[in-house]
């Protein structure tokens, strides 16, 4: 069986929906079937280019993953880093501060309980929890805020 990343990703966004308090929206990788809980019926999503509005959670599809061998035959460990990200409105840095320091807090509360992913993973772990935005743009224009969480996920694979 090879790698279940796809759902991997989306059962970060599907958690990050019934765990993490005030999101509006969660995006995955959109390719698993599962279940959306801020949209009851609906699968979960991949995420446009921008978001839409704030509070919108992104699991990100990770780049390539360190590969340890395991066996001889075929079956290795794969590690990747999946990046998460809460979308916030860049009003100004105090505000910022206040509406994504408790994050910090929702997002270990939410994933240090699972760390097995449901037992899609030998163990995940929250490596970083990091607030970055965007820089000054023309007047008028968006300006965004986030709160990146990086999640280190290890699964075994058999090819």
């Not at 807090?105 to 935005?133: Q, R």
Request: with cysteine.
């Amino acid at each position: 069986m090879g790698s279940q990343i796809n759902t991997i990703v989306d059962y970060t966004a599907q958690r990050a929906g019934v765990m993490v308090p005030g999101l509006l929206a969660v995006y995955g990788s959109g390719s698993s079937g599962l279940g959306d809980p801020l949209r009851l019926g609906s699968a979960i999503r991949a995420a446009a280019e921008n978001p839409a509005q704030e509070f919108e959670h992104w699991s990100e599809v990770p780049g390539a993953p360190s590969v340890q061998r395991v066996t001889q035959d075929g079956t290795v460990e794969l590690t990747w880093t999946i990046p998460m990200r809460l979308w916030f409105l860049r009003t100004d840095l105090a505000r910022l501060r206040t509406t994504a320091l408790p994050y910090f807090d929702h997002y270990l509360a939410a994933f240090v309980p699972d760390p097995t992913l449901g037992g899609l993973a030998l163990i995940a772990e929250i490596s970083k929890l990091e607030i970055g935005e965007d820089p000054p743009g023309a007047p008028g224009q968006t300006r965004w805020a986030w709160l990146d969480v990086h999640l280190d996920c290890t699964e075994q694979v058999s090819y």
